[in-house]
């Protein structure tokens, strides 16, 4: 995962931060100096930065489809492989879908839009009279139709697998759902690599890095999230973002000492170095809240 360190802020919108890694950089200098077949570089640069504006709305659906369900809007990131938008829509499956299928929705709500440009054009015979022009929205129809279908493939980490885990998730549980997405995304990247090969696009080879490591992780993290699941919850708490009351027992470590506790039998407070942690972590979705905001009682979700 790409991360803020090394990008630009770029500007905020909607309260969201938009960043851009230096390596993004480097994709444009080379996505521009490719020859394609318009009459100047301007054109392709005009191409590159059409991408990076797809890639960028197709994020913003994620975020604000996120806000929406009531997770945590953060930032977004582009860099060369695409966009990342750092959610964490809350842990029920129905929202996880919603963040998720927003992203690519996006795209196809683009693609009406630019398919009447297109027959525009067709109409005006733009061809003859200005053929740069028409193979530049040639190209935008095309690049956002590319990234839909790429990205609607059920490989995990991609869109498609994530919403394939999603769906999952409802009949087989939180656990279960990650283990089976993340083995179908390892099958999947066997033909990612077969692909990459075949194509000689390193490009492809890093998506397929990228997709392997996430899967690797997610078969990881299944099964902490299977264990975590055998553990008996403490009613009287629930976590404030996602709503799940914490398992019993020492699994919060001190940062200061590293000596194991339970956080929320001795509220918050190290019993073996007496270090106060003014937030505490849920161990089900991953963020920290003061341990004040989770003492309510737990709500159905
Ligand atoms: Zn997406
Ligand atoms: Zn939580
Ligand atoms: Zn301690």
Redesign the pocket.
Known sequence: MPTRGGSIKLFQLFGINVYVHWAWFLAFAYLVSRPREYSSYGWNALEVLALFLIVLT??F??QLACRQVGGKTNDIVLWPL??V?YVSPPQRPGAQLWS?AA??LVNVILLPLLSVLISVTSHLHLYDSDSDTYHLLHNIWLINIVLLVF?MLPIYP??GG?ILRSLLWFPFGRANSLLIASIFGLVGAVGLVALAIWQQSLWLGLITAFVVTNCWSGLKQARALANLAKIPRRQNFSCPSCKTSPPIGELWRCGKCGGKFDTFQTQGVCPHCGTQFSATQCLDCGTSSPISEWSSPPIDV
């Open positions: 197709h994020e659906g994620h695409g966009g938008a998720i992203g690519p990205n991609l869109d994530q």
